[in-house]
């Protein structure tokens, strides 16, 4: 059997799955931050283009994807699938395991995916310029990408921790020509708040997105752009799941589990909500397992419920599973993994146990990485070697178990821009961060009051 597994640029996905179609339930939805009435079409389009706002509510079960959209995907999809026959022979385990390889992308990440359909419906609507936060920087250099293959301006406020630890991914956005600033900023006034209450903040992604969305929501020529969390984000990111559906068929295996790293939640739905449809019609009785950073754990340990989008709550109300929106989490190297909250499809699916989650450490984290890259030569993004900790973990129950389960995980993001990660790991010096309760507790008692 082949350990990489490849489709043609004729069995590219011509459409998104939509999985609002086919969920048992749907979250509730989005509140406005004044009325904390439902959002309607005109509350969203002072940041984002018509067809985005279409796409974020529509019950069809397949979205076209654009010719234009599919002439850039080409550049690199279909991705590869990767029959990890090394690991299974380190591990000794009887479990076959596969990871769907989204490094490959010109960005280096499963980003892209939605990075260059939002830029076309912007340009299609008119929009000049782009604003958008960016944690690890994947998602900033993703944009910063799309915005010149449509010629785009593109300004990106980076989480000011991430901006100092990963200065390449700043200066591949910039070699694309967008502004890159260290979030919080003085430019804004969600950003010169935070500064007059702590100066050296080290930022985060909710005040990031404060301060992306200010900017766009005071511009004219300037919208939003965002790179997990929203419906149409998911939505973009099924190009994942449904090539990997094509590629497992052709090994001739199904997943008895799917994993995924989870941030905001946009790479791991993105190959698991084609394999849920299954699940929900019938057709298999997968396991799904979502992999968080125990510093930061919005599944395993936050509150399903409404809560800001962001720091300075400017963004709508989302129903989802939180940590508060003024939660700080600590300055961990899987920077995409630094949220409070998470994509409400992703929330609602783990409150009706379609989906597990699961919480690890940064040391055991990046073991697993060390571990993988050593054997499939893959050095992996810290966010990415979360759900290799899991599918590590899976073989090794399978192992013991006597199983021969088959695996089946994403592999988001390479790290080659995270090898100062790599360097502290190996020099002993990660730290593993425990989030203590009456913390966690301080940050959900802030939670806004929804009748």
Known sequence: METKILLTEKELP????????????LPKPPLHPATKRPVGPEDLAPIFP???IKQEVTRERWVPIPEEVLAIYRLWRP?????ARRLEQVLQTPARIYYKYEGVSPAGSHKLNTAVPQAYFNKQAGIKRLATETGAGQWGSALSMACNFFGMECTVYMVKVSYHQKPYRRILMQVFGAEVLASPTDRTQSGRAILSQDPDSPGSLGIAISEAVEDAATHGDTNYSLGSVLNHVLLHQTVIGLEAK???????????????????GSNYPGLAFPFLQDRFAGKAQSRFIAVEPSACPTLTRGLHTYDFGDVAGLTPLLYMYT?????????????GL????DAPLLCQLVADGFIEARAYGQRQVFEAAVQFAQAEGIVPAPESAHAIKCAIDEALAAREAGE????LFNLSGHGHFDLAAYDAYLAGELQDYALPEEELQRSLARLPKVE
């Not at 011509?14 to 999985?19: D, E, G, S």
């Not at 991705?79 to 029959?83: K, Q, T, Y």
């Open 14 to 25: 011509t459409a998104w799955y939509n999985i609002q179609a086919d969920m048992p339930n």
């Open 50 to 52: 018509l067809e985005l």
């Open 79 to 83: 991705s590869p699938l990767f029959r």
């Open 246 to 264: 094509a590629q497992m068929e052709k090994a001739g295996d199904y997943p008895d589990v799917v994993i995924g790293c989870v941030g905001g």
């Open 323 to 335: 940590l508060g929106k003024d939660f700080m989490p600590p300055a961990i190297h899987a920077g």
């Open 338 to 341: 630094r949220y409070h909250g």
């Open 404 to 407: 021969a389960r088959v695996i």
